[in-house]
């Protein structure tokens, strides 16, 4: 176990000394960011967070699309960050290296994989942690840390240059610790927003919140599911929000989703695990199975059930995901779906054993709400919340597919509206 400053860095992390200078000028001049240790950057190698592949790998010869982007816009690259283990994890605490602090809640763990990235925003050493989400690698690292966060529509930033867990279900996201940010990082990253075609000049008329759906929806049964303090923390956001500032929009209300079965939620979700293990097996498999010894206890057990599932179950899992696929973005339509961010509150680090029983719990908790967006390749913005105790927690907020730019100005507007009790300010 290394410093916390190793546990947050691999490579450079020096706010004075950035690893790679911008090379633009644009929206992010000033910006700092830290790079999850899966991106390739020119000159350096990727480690993934296995000590042992860092040792193996070569130098990469080219940038990361999504990296390039943000130098060329002005940002500067302060140092590759620690991610868990090839990504197949939630919970930050990586064996190689150490776990990551959580500053918005020291006796608790950072979330993973992009764990190093979360830390270093929440630590004030970046202004941007540029990761990835597959299974809620974004989203819960923010939610344990109160920042905010973006998974992007699975496809519309290049994954050139990115090292793959699940390309079924991969992303490109970041976290921040202020909305603005969160917004300007998209502007870049994203592609630009469609512009409707007008027939005729406009009329000068008051500003009007973007493209902003009329309806919130949540499904109630996933609040059973979660600890009692993030529910309550969830449903007050969007009781008060919904029912008591219509300004958001002028005819918002608050959709329920009732009836839905448990049981197609849990075989969705075993969907999901199915072809992610199947592809990150299919991915790193051949390395890690004469590397057994250099694996994490954790992330070498998840390795090792992913050795085992059989191509029929692979294309039993694609048919019933392809369902599930329809059936959310028919539940998203063209409003706004509103669930939790993670099944509880970050994990005490006391009790957060490798592999142990309550990390194993809570992330198959979490990852229950977290397949929905990955098996319907929707984009989720999370707004960091608290509960009543005052513990970092998060909403997510999942939009229609391509809705990224509109979600974000969205999820503003939400967050401007929360009473002052439930918000995280810095």
Same mark, same amino acid.
């Given at each position: 176990?290394?410093?916390?400053?190793?546990?947050?860095?691999?490579?450079?992390?020096?706010?004075?000394?950035?690893?790679?200078?911008?090379?633009?000028?644009?929206?992010?001049?000033?910006?700092?960011?830290?790079?999850?240790?899966?991106?390739?950057?020119?000159? #350096?190698?990727?480690?993934?967070?296995?000590?042992?592949?860092?040792?193996?790998?070569?130098?990469?010869?080219?940038?990361?699309? &999504?990296?390039?982007?943000?130098?060329?816009?002005?940002?500067?690259?302060?140092?590759?960050?620690?991610?868990?283990?090839?990504?197949?994890?939630?919970?930050?605490?990586?064996?190689?290296?150490?776990?990551?602090?959580?500053?918005?809640?020291?006796?608790?763990?950072?979330?993973?994989?992009?764990?190093?990235?979360?830390?270093?925003?929440?630590?004030?050493?970046?202004?941007?942690?540029?990761?990835?989400?597959?299974?809620? $690698?974004?989203?819960?690292?923010?939610?344990?840390?109160?920042?905010?966060?973006?998974?992007?529509? #699975?496809?519309?930033?290049?994954? +050139?240059?990115?090292?793959?867990?699940?390309?079924?279900?991969?992303?490109?996201?970041?976290?921040?610790?202020?909305?603005?940010?969160?917004?300007?990082?998209?502007?870049?990253?994203?592609?630009?927003?469609? @512009?409707?075609?007008?027939?005729?000049? &406009?009329?000068?008329?008051?500003?009007?919140?973007?493209?902003?759906?009329?309806?919130?929806?949540?499904?109630?049964?996933?609040?059973?599911?979660?600890?009692?303090?993030?529910?309550?923390?969830?449903?007050?956001?969007?009781?008060?929000?919904?029912?008591?500032?219509?300004?958001?929009?002028?005819?918002? /209300?608050?959709?329920?989703?009732?009836?839905?079965?448990?049981?197609?939620?849990?075989?969705?979700?075993?969907?999901?695990?199915?072809?992610?293990?199947?592809?990150?097996?299919?991915? /790193?498999?051949?390395?890690? $199975?004469?590397?057994? +010894?250099?694996?994490?206890?954790?992330?070498?057990?998840?390795?090792?059930?992913?050795?085992?599932?059989?191509?029929?179950?692979?294309?039993?899992?694609?048919?019933?995901?392809?369902?599930?696929?329809?059936?959310?973005?028919?539940?998203?339509?063209? %409003?706004?779906?509103?669930?939790?961010?993670?099944?509880?509150?970050?994990?005490?680090?006391?009790?957060?054993?490798?592999?142990? +029983?309550?990390?194993?719990?809570?992330?198959?908790?979490?990852?229950?709400?977290?397949?929905?967006?990955?098996?319907?390749?929707?984009?989720?913005?999370?707004?960091?919340?608290?509960?009543?105790?005052?513990?970092?927690?998060?909403?997510?907020?999942?939009?229609?597919?391509? %809705?990224?730019?509109?979600?974000?100005?969205?999820? @503003?507007?939400? /967050?401007?509206?929360?009473?002052?009790?439930?918000?995280?300010?810095?």
């Amino acid at each position: 176990m290394g410093s916390v400053a190793s546990t947050v860095w691999r490579s450079g992390g020096e706010p004075d000394a950035p690893l790679v200078p911008s090379s633009g000028a644009g929206p992010l001049e000033g910006q700092s960011v830290a790079v999850k240790d899966l991106y390739a950057l020119a000159g #350096h190698r990727i480690g993934a967070g296995n000590p042992t592949w860092l040792a193996e790998a070569t130098e990469q010869t080219s940038t990361a699309t &999504a990296v390039r982007l943000l130098l060329e816009a002005g940002a500067a690259i302060t140092g590759i960050a620690q991610t868990d283990e090839f990504a197949l994890s939630l919970a930050g605490t990586n064996q190689h290296y150490g776990t990551p602090p959580n500053p918005a809640a020291p006796d608790r763990i950072s979330g993973g994989s992009s764990s190093g990235s979360a830390a270093a925003v929440a630590l004030g050493q970046v202004s941007i942690g540029l990761g990835t989400d597959t299974g809620g $690698s974004i989203r819960v690292p923010a939610s344990y840390q109160g920042l905010w966060g973006m998974r992007s529509t #699975h496809g519309a930033i290049s994954r +050139e240059g990115l090292l793959p867990l699940a390309q079924s279900f991969d992303t490109v996201g970041w976290m921040t610790r202020d909305a603005e940010t969160l917004g300007l990082v998209a502007e870049v990253l994203l592609p630009a927003r469609e @512009q409707p075609a007008r027939e005729q000049p &406009a009329r000068e008329e008051p500003a009007q919140p973007s493209a902003l759906p009329p309806e919130l929806t949540i499904i109630p049964s996933l609040f059973d599911q979660v600890d009692p303090e993030v529910a309550d923390a969830v449903r007050a956001a969007v009781d008060g929000v919904s029912g008591h500032h219509e300004s958001l929009h002028p005819s918002l /209300h608050l959709k329920r989703l009732e009836g839905v079965s448990r049981d197609m939620h849990a075989a969705w979700f075993e969907a999901f695990r199915i072809i992610q293990m199947r592809e990150a097996w299919a991915n /790193h498999g051949e390395w890690i $199975s004469s590397h057994w +010894e250099a694996m994490a206890d954790d992330v070498g057990a998840r390795f090792r059930t992913a050795s085992q599932f059989s191509a029929d179950q692979e294309q039993q899992a694609r048919a019933l995901a392809a369902g599930a696929r329809r059936i959310i973005r028919e539940w998203v339509g063209d %409003s706004v779906l509103a669930l939790p961010s993670a099944a509880g509150p970050a994990p005490l680090r006391r009790e957060a054993a490798l592999g142990g +029983e309550v990390i194993e719990k809570h992330r198959r908790g979490t990852m229950m709400l977290t397949c929905l967006a990955g098996l319907a390749g929707l984009p989720v913005v999370n707004v960091p919340l608290r509960t009543a105790a005052g513990l970092p927690t998060g909403v997510s907020l999942l939009g229609a597919p391509g %809705s990224d730019h509109e979600l974000i100005s969205w999820a @503003q507007q939400f /967050h401007a509206r929360l009473q002052p009790t439930q918000e995280i300010r810095r």
